[in-house]
């Protein structure tokens, strides 16, 4: 993203500071940003899709604590009051949305500082801060480990091939430049020119209102496509390599994002295409031995039959709207990650790698 403009996430000031973020709501039209002061409006953010992406969704809780926690008089409260208020802040956050990882394993971050400094004797007063810092932290290395998936995997392409993306793994979704997007603004960086194919991402469009505009944003050469076309455009031999982001990926390497990724996984086998997924380490629940376990996430049937305030279906029609798919371990050639490339996917390939 350009310097002049907002970052998807913004921490201001110290303790009693305030989150802003881009209002992903409002693009491609407005950059605007929105202030979460309390906690009530950083749960609005996530579940309104005002902050969305896995990482970003993992940055905006952690940052989501620290205004949780200042309805508290940290110098006054006792360690039972504060660990009250942090609970309720956490069980609120964890609620706000069901499939990407990244939010529980921020949530689950920032409860361990509580708990390690509070069994060394620590006030709240001194947990304050640090909470605050592991926020910080949390931020921070989610844009090292970015530019690391890119770098990683801008191996992968070459000069002047096609590529085509689903959904939003960019910069919107991340702290900075994503994780899908990252391998490919990282490859221009390298020089390879490539052609980029958007998929628009029914219902939302995440990849016509957000990934096309951060294409834009960077000169990379760029088109955008409905969902349904992504078949007829790889038998046309326009794609030579498909990559999204992920939500949530099992020890086996099934892998949870936007709903409509694993249809392209199976049209990319069928093409002979090369299918990667670009995702950070904390997007991996090793917890869950497949994908069958993940959560899947179905929002309000008002985002098929009148999306952006259009009807374009008939009243009272039923409806179904999950919101992400599972792509199973085999249709994938590689993830890579901040620390390497996963491929084959096997579980044992990830657990050596993580
Ligand atoms: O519903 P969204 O917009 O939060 O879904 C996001 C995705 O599916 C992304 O592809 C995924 O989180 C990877 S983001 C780096």
């Not at 990882?101 to 949530?107: E, H």
């Not at 039959?305 to 029609?317: E, K, V």
Request: proline share 4%; hydrophobic share 40%.
């Amino acid at each position: 993203m350009h310097s002049h403009q907002p970052q998807t996430l913004q921490w201001n000031g110290a303790e009693g500071g305030y989150l802003t973020l881009i209002d992903q709501t409002a693009l491609p039209l407005n950059v605007t940003t929105v202030d979460c002061r309390n906690l009530e409006s950083v749960v609005h953010a996530i579940r309104v899709l005002q902050v969305r992406g896995a990482p970003a969704i993992g940055i905006a809780a952690a940052y989501g604590i620290c205004v949780g926690l200042q309805t508290i008089d940290v110098n006054q409260c006792t360690m039972q009051q504060f660990e009250e208020r942090l609970q309720h802040c956490v069980d609120q956050l964890a609620n706000s949305r069901p499939t990407a990882v990244n939010l529980f394993w921020a949530l689950q971050r920032m409860q361990d500082v509580a708990q390690t400094m509070r069994q060394a004797g620590q006030l709240p007063s001194q947990i304050m801060p640090a909470l605050l810092n592991e926020a910080l932290a949390i931020h921070d290395e989610d844009r090292e480990m970015c530019h690391a998936i890119g770098k990683h995997g801008a191996t992968l392409l070459d000069h002047g091939q096609g590529v085509l993306t689903h959904c939003n793994a960019g910069g919107l979704a991340t702290s900075e430049y994503g994780t899908a997007l990252s391998v490919l603004f990282s490859a221009q960086d390298q020089g390879k020119t490539l052609h980029v194919f958007v998929d628009e991402t029914r219902p939302l469009l995440q990849g016509a209102r957000l990934t096309a505009w951060e294409c834009q944003q960077r000169n990379i050469a760029t088109t955008l496509i409905c969902d349904n076309m992504a078949a007829q455009v790889m038998s046309e031999g326009k794609i030579q390599t498909v990559i999204t982001g992920a939500d949530r990926i099992a020890a086996n390497g099934d892998v949870a994002n936007k709903i409509g990724t694993y249809g392209l996984a199976i049209l990319a086998k069928h093409h002979q295409i090369p299918f990667y997924v670009a995702a950070p380490s904390n997007t991996f629940d090793l917890s869950l031995s497949t994908g069958k376990g993940i959560p899947i996430e179905q929002r309000s049937s008002d985002e098929i039959t009148q999306g952006f305030g259009t009807q374009t279906a008939p009243d009272g029609i039923n409806t179904y709207n999950p919101a992400f798919d599972v792509t199973p371990a085999e249709l994938i050639t590689a993830i890579i990650t901040e620390q390497g490339i996963i491929s084959p996917v096997s579980s044992a390939a990830i657990a050596a790698l993580l």
